[in-house]
């Protein structure tokens, strides 16, 4: 079992930047591969990032290509999701999940956190 909870969401500025946190409780937390999806309100949650257990896999988003980083620290048993460059659309609730390897696909994830919500004004 993978308990996960997200912090770091708020309301910023166009333009800012925000670093999503994702604690995990759990000894096997380093096994995981860990994504982040998220969800606007009224559409379906979409997958946003994702890296695998070594860290050595990472996909990513074509929307957040040069924005967003994936980054973990299995020492913290945490994973971070640093947003740069934000824009009116990225706003949504923010969910990080586990999976037994990475991919892009939602079903493939086992264990969610509850979400951070992440606003961005105009």
């Known amino acids: 079992q993978v308990q996960l909870v997200e912090s770091g969401g708020g309301l910023v500025q166009a333009g800012g930047s925000l670093r999503l946190s994702c604690a995990a409780s759990?000894?096997?937390?380093?096994?995981?591969?860990m994504g982040w999806f998220r969800q606007a309100a009224g559409k379906e949650r979409e997958f946003v990032v994702a890296?695998?257990?070594?860290?050595?896999?990472?996909y990513l988003a074509d929307s957040v290509k040069g924005r967003f980083t994936i980054s973990r620290d299995n020492t913290k048993n945490t994973v971070y999701l640093q947003m740069n460059s934000l824009k009116p659309e990225d706003t949504a609730v923010y969910y990080c999940?586990?999976?037994?390897?990475?991919?892009?696909?939602?079903?493939?994830?086992?264990?969610w956190g509850q979400g951070t919500q992440v606003t961005v004004s105009s």
């Open positions: 759990g000894r096997t937390f380093s096994s995981y591969a």
């Open positions: 999940a586990a999976s037994n390897i990475p991919t892009m696909k939602e079903g493939g994830y086992d264990y």
């Open positions: 890296k695998s257990w070594s860290g050595g896999i990472t």
